[in-house]
């Protein structure tokens, strides 16, 4: 009686061990599903990342090249200014005036529709680096640009997922121990219940930990 | 045999049945679970490569409009404004080779032909219709199935994820029909019970996940969806509506489709419309931070303060970066009579913006380009609605009525003049000098008078003509005001905003180089070319010295004739 007893209890042992080897078999495939869905989400915003990129570094490019031309009508404008200055007067003056008239309204014309003139800094230079920097921050706020994180969650997921197969490793050395106990007689059937129950009771708190800190 | 031995025997065969079915079972759920997990590569794989084929298009397209825009555009425009010097100097001959080619480089360019150009017009070419046609349409569709492809990838990833669970159980059951073979008595009926019922549940679950419908957007309403983006980009927002209703027609609680229709009929006027369909993308699943920021400012346009109160603080939770949503919510609580709390979420949204400021520089970065149009807007929209208050509503303006404004008009109008200026300063304090506006005392400006030099026939000044409205024509204005209390050397901005917007071609930036009191009069000025004038317009002027608005008028420049 006393060793059906023994035996109804290492069944059910086996059976606990066989219930929470598969509920971490399942945490796992779990966590490894979700790292390949986080690789997936980093995938795609770094497809967003380089589309963004791209896309501002030829806006920028456009700017500048548009504030080159300005510059060049800008600064004829102000050579056409010290010639004037330099002649005194008569109809040499009056075309240069003219021509200066012409230079800076087209300088104008340039400014008001082919680049944003916020970027005009005091001393005539363009601020290429602080339009770039604006509209890198825009498109981070605006979509989702940064891969590193989904990559990072994706590479937590995969140790979550390794580190609960190896508490299966432990779950099949208690289930191994626990059949050992069934089909033993003898003392030694004890030792292998009680070697069981530390496996089965470790595995069961690695997984759990492993659950909750990641 | 005893009847203990047949009983055994029986129990035995029926454990040897059960193990089979459920073997046959779990390879059927194995299949399910291997097929679903290839469809879910399968629709992953399709979503990539839709990802990427979108990119290439919205790369490609936005590579050739920047470059017809700036090739072939600019350099007509300069040949125009040449053409135009010549005929202003009277050199026809010198005008009409401009012209001839210009006229040659306009056949060059598509987005100089005449389905996107109209020279007479005086406008610059459609270029959002230019896009539209060139890749907006293109790569609003294959983002759409890049999307509907990572929805079906995640369905089929749940579905094999479930099917792993199934296979669990079922392998636990198996583990419990075995045990049931080594015991006797109670303990294996209740194995065997308990076996029998997890694989029931597991027949019944796998059902129920294989009848559950994957979601699906046909390309019927991707098509008409990606038509009204590209229609809604070049401000046709009608034919976009229709669009929009065809899309929805085909999948109907399409979010992006009511999103986007809430869009359009916002742009044609059309607020409980555009209201109704944001209502409807948030409950179909827009829970983003841009559809609840529109759907704030609508309950806001529409008198619904309490509603905007209640949507504004929810999108702030989910990002309270968002200042332009920040400085709505403040807005929408004055306007709901809580001017405490209004102020102090105004107080908040300088505070943040301040913060944001600080934190790029030290990151050696810039705040978004957007955060200076959220400053900028946010303290257009007091202005807007302080000129709805008063009877005087602006066309570009939009604020609610006031008959549904809840505050004491009084104390709205006072707390609302004390906001204006608050951001006023911290906008140009931040842009300007990258710091809070300094706690220095502000200068007095009187009320600003505009006018025009008049000059006697030897060209000396003799006066200015003053008024509030001038003849289409003007090339020079003089703001004349009267100061004191200025500082020799402090930050000197002036801003020029027409009809609502800032000309930032017309900011001037310097430093204060008059006396602490005195007058002054200011020129704001296209006299350095004969080629410009003033267009016609409301125009508004506002003066900063040391980051403080100290000075804010308005003329108006009237329309051609």
Redesign the interface.
Known sequence: MKT?GF??FT??M??LV??A???V??RA??AS?EA??AD?SG??AA?NA??EQ??ND??VS?HY??FL?YTRYNEL?YKLQDAIDAAGGGDTVASLK?LK??V???A???????F???YLR?DGTYDSQ??I??????S??KQDTKPDLHFSRADDLRLKADLLVVTLIFLGVSFWMFTCA?ILRGTMKYAFAVGGMFFLAASVMGASLIEILM | MNQTQASEERSENLVAFLIATVAVLAAVITFLQTYSSGKGDEADRASTQFALQAMQVRTGGETRASHEWQGAYQTWYELDLQALAADLAGDKAAADRFRLVRDRIAGLSPILSSKYFDPASGETPDYYGYQADTYIVDSTRLSEKFAAYNEIGDAWDDRSKAFIVNLTLLAVSLALFGLSTTISGFMRTAFIVLGSVISLVVLAWAFVVMLRPLPALPDTAIEAYSQGVGLASRGDYSAAVQQFDAALAAKPGYANALYERGNSHFWIGDYPASLADYEAAVRAGRTDTNAGWNLGWTYYLLGRFDDAIRVDRAVLEQDPSLIGVQFNLALALMVNGQLQEAEAEYQKGVDQAIREMSNAQQAGTQPPSSFWDYMDASAADIDNLLNEMSGNPKPWGQAPTPTTIRADQLQLRALADKMFYLLKDTTVALEFTGNAAPQTPRGIATAFQFGQEELDEKGNFVRYNTATSFAFGLNEIQVLFDYSGMKKGALEVWKVYRDGVEDPTLRVIGDWQLEESGSAAKPISYAYSDLFVFSSGRYTVEFYEDSHLIGRGIFTVEEKK
């Open positions: 059906e035996k109804t069944a059910i086996i059976a066989t219930i080897s598969a509920l078999a399942w495939a779990v599903s390949s869905q997936f995938l795609a497809i380089e589309q791209v896309l030829i806006t456009v090249q548009a031309a404008g003219q008239s012409d800076w309204g087209i104008y014309g340039l400014q008001s529709i082919f944003p003139s916020r005091p602080r339009e920097q604006e509209k890198t921050a825009e981070e706020r069934q």
